[in-house]
C-alpha cells in the first residue's frame, strides 16, 4: 500500500521559512518524479516544484523559483521542500505527490497523492 505523508505546514510570517516533508512507502519510487502542488482556497491545484528520484533533477514553478529548493533523502525515503521567502500568496495546502511519467507540472498524470499539509503566511 502506497503512502506518501506530508508533514512541516503552519504559520509562518511573510518573509519567513518552513521545511515540509514527504514520507514515501509502499513501494520503489527510483523510476518516479515527486512532485510538491499547492491549492489555495477557491483555486485549482497547481504544480510547485518536482524531482527525479533517478538522477535528482529538479524542476519549478515560476511562481517559486528561486524561492524553493526541492530535495530528497533516497536512504529515509522522503522528499523534502524548502521555502524561503515566503509570501501571503504562497498559503495553500501543499500536496506530495508521485508520478511514473513524465509532465510531471500535470497533476493528472501523479498516481499518487499525500493528504496535504496547511501553510498559511501571513502579512
Known amino acids: 500500500q502506497v503512502q506518501l505523508v506530508e508533514s512541516g505546514g503552519g504559520l509562518v510570517q511573510a518573509g519567513g521559512s518552513l521545511r515540509l516533508s514527504c514520507a514515501a512507502s509502499?513501494?520503489?519510487?527510483?523510476?518516479?518524479?515527486m512532485g510538491w502542488f499547492r491549492q489555495a482556497p477557491g483555486k485549482e491545484r497547481e504544480f510547485g516544484a518536482a524531482i527525479n528520484w533517478n538522477n535528482g533533477a529538479t524542476y519549478y514553478a515560476d511562481s517559486v523559483k528561486g524561492r524553493f529548493s526541492i530535495s530528497r533523502d533516497n536512504a529515509k525515503n522522503t522528499v523534502y521542500l524548502q521555502m524561503n521567502s515566503l509570501k501571503p500568496e504562497d498559503t495553500a495546502v501543499y500536496y506530495c505527490?508521485?508520478?511514473?511519467?513524465?509532465?510531471?507540472?500535470?497533476?493528472?498524470?501523479?498516481?499518487?497523492w499525500g493528504q496535504g499539509t496547511q501553510v498559511t503566511v501571513s502579512s
Open positions: 509502499g513501494r520503489t519510487f527510483s523510476n518516479y518524479a
Open positions: 505527490a508521485a508520478s511514473p511519467r513524465g509532465a510531471i507540472a500535470v497533476a493528472r498524470n501523479y498516481d499518487y
